[in-house]
């Protein structure tokens, strides 16, 4: 039994990943838990009172563990209007976009949930997108609160380790979803899983998780081998009915191959992995006008809420892994476990 095995008390060495933007629902979580993995709620785009919510419905749930994964707010400005201006021409319906949050109300957001976490005692929690504050890293260790950062470099989980994390999951360039890169700009941040994970290893002390591309106990196996502690998965659990992905959402993934996908900062102003679709193709030479992340998202999401409501994926964030070429179909939370213990001695 290996160290995140034995501080989690968890039978298998794999974690639902969090996926903000409503598709983690509390039945998959509590589904998770019933398997014998990390469930994970993400409070990313969730007010405070919805995340207070779920903590409740899956703390009544089981006794179990879970995790609450929170965003961690960067230090962008609010974008000019002569940013802004030509995104407003470029995105449909971008006329009904919400206001802009200041960097004091991601903060204030950021904290509400930090104090839903201490108050009912959550006993894991992740960060992504940037180190975490000393005095909430302090605070929530001193309540015992497990904690996990997210790198994608090995700098990266470096600092993870000295903020005082408990363990780090390393995001390999093959992940769907955001990027959890917070030293961009210095050098290259999409590293494979394959190189990043012993090379993280060696580098910290504390236990590394991976994440990106994992669909089954093969992926799971290699993990182990490069001396990963545990893995990370998303896209598969995308596919499961207990997600709140749309079905469009869905379909795209089934019907695609690993050589659709592409990195693409065009929905929210970060880098995130997602199948190739119309609004990424016919933007792609504005890549690098986007407004910094939350922002750019801010101004696309009644674009994407009317892609969805018209089940349009052309215009929708279709967020995939580059392993999504073995899904083939929609499953269930616990068929996805099982795949990870199809050899005997898997996990
Ligand atoms: C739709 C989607 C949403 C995600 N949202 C989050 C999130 O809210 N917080 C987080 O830390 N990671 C998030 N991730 C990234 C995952 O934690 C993980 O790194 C990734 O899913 C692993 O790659 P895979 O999708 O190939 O399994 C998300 C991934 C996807 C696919």
Redesign the pocket.
Known sequence: MNRFLKRLSLEKPIIQ?????G?TTTEMVKAAMDGGILGSL?S?YLAPDTLEEQIRIVSDHSKRLFQV?V?VPGGEKMPKDEDVDPWKEKVPGSQHAGTFMTIEEQWDDFYRKIDLILHYKVRVC?F?FQLPPVKVVQQLKKEGCLLMG?ASTVKEAVLMEERGMDMV?M?GS?????R?AFLDGEGDSSIGLMTLIPQTVDAVSIPVIA????NDHRGLNAALALSAEAV?????F?LCRESGAHPSHKRRIIESSGEETRVTSLFTGKKARGIVNDWMVNNERFEHMVLPYPHQHVLTKPMRQAATQSEDPSRMSL?????IGTLQRETTVKEVIDTFVELEGSV
């Open positions: 990943a969090p996926m903000a933007g598709i993400a990313g994964n965003f992740s992504t997210t999951c995001q093959e992940a769907g979803g955001h959890a994440a990106g591309g994992i990370q998965i998303g896209t598969p995308l967020w995939a892994g580059q392993g």
